[in-house]
C-alpha cells in the first residue's frame, strides 16, 4: 500500500495531471449570455431607489408649491409692471423663487407654480443651465429646427412623467432681475425647460399635451383607482 501511494507521489510531482473531467469548449459571447437578467433587475431595483431618495429629499419652501386642482396653475399670467422689478418686494420673491427652486430639486419653477399669477419663472440644471430669471419672458419657437419628444415631470403634479413634442430649439427674451432686456437663444435641455416653464404663464400643463389614447388610459387607471 505503502509502495502505491509512493507511485502516485512520483506521478503527481512529474508532471501527471489525470484528467477528471474533460474540459468544456470555451462559449463564445454573444449579446444574450452579456447582458444578465439578474443585472438589469439590480439597476431597475437600484433606479427605483435613486428615485425613492429623490422624493424622500423633496421639499417645499420658503414658498409652498401648488398642486394640480390649485386654479391658479389654469389662469393666464399678469405682465409684471417694469418699475416693480427694483423694488424690495419684488427682488425678495425672486429670491425665495430660486431658493424653493433648489429645494424642489427640480430644474424650473414658475410663479403661478407658487400660487402667485405673474409672468415670471427661474430655471437651473448643474453646469447645463445657469441660474435664469425671467421676467415677462417671450418665446418664439424655431420650428425649422424641428420637434423632440421629451419625458418630463412637473413639480406641481408629483410622480407623473408625461412625453411632451417640444422644439428643438427656441429664441426667448425677457427681462431679467436688475431690469435688463435679455434676448437668448436655446437648444436641448435649456429650450425644454424654457417651453415648460412658459406653459405655465399661459395656464399650460403637462398633461394637457397627452393624446386621445393616452388621455383615455389616464382616465382608466382614475377610475380604477382604489378609493381609501
Ligand atoms: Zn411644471
Keep these: 500500500m505503502t509502495a502505491f501511494y509512493t507511485c502516485v507521489n512520483v506521478y503527481f510531482e512529474l508532471g501527471y495531471k489525470p484528467k477528471f473531467k474533460k474540459q468544456q469548449p470555451k462559449r463564445q459571447k454573444n449579446l444574450s449570455t452579456t447582458i444578465k437578467p439578474h443585472l438589469i ?35 393666464v399670467a399678469q405682465e409684471v409692471p417694469l418699475d416693480e422689478i427694483k423694488t424690495e418686494e419684488f427682488q425678495s420673491f425672486l429670491d425665495d423663487m430660486v431658493a424653493t427652486l433648489k429645494n424642489s430639486k427640480g430644474v424650473g419653477l414658475a410663479a403661478p407654480q407658487v400660487g402667485i ?11 447645463s443651465i445657469p441660474l435664469t430669471i425671467l421676467i415677462n419672458p417671450t418665446v418664439e419657437y424655431l420650428e425649422s429646427f424641428g ?5 418630463e415631470g412637473c413639480l ?3 410622480r407623473k412623467r408625461v412625453r411632451v413634442k417640444r422644439y428643438k430649439k427656441v429664441k426667448f427674451s425677457y427681462y431679467n432681475r436688475t431690469g435688463k432686456f435679455v434676448t437668448q437663444q436655446a437648444r436641448g435641455l435649456m429650450a ?4 415648460h416653464e412658459y406653459d405655465h404663464l ?3 400643463l403637462i398633461i394637457d399635451h397627452l393624446n386621445l389614447m393616452e388621455k383615455l388610459l389616464d382616465y382608466i387607471d382614475y377610475i380604477a383607482a382604489p378609493i381609501m
Design 117 to 127: 399669477s405673474k409672468r415670471v419663472f427661474v430655471m437651473k440644471s448643474g453646469y
Design 41 to 75: 433587475i439590480a439597476l431597475l431595483l437600484t433606479s427605483q431607489l435613486c428615485f425613492s431618495q429623490r422624493l424622500a429629499n423633496y421639499q417645499d419652501g420658503p414658498l409652498d408649491i401648488i398642486k394640480l386642482g390649485d386654479p391658479t396653475l389654469r389662469q
Design 192 to 195: 425644454t425647460v424654457v417651453q
Design 202 to 204: 399661459n395656464g399650460v
Design 156 to 158: 406641481s403634479i408629483p
Design 147 to 151: 420637434k423632440k419628444l421629451s419625458t
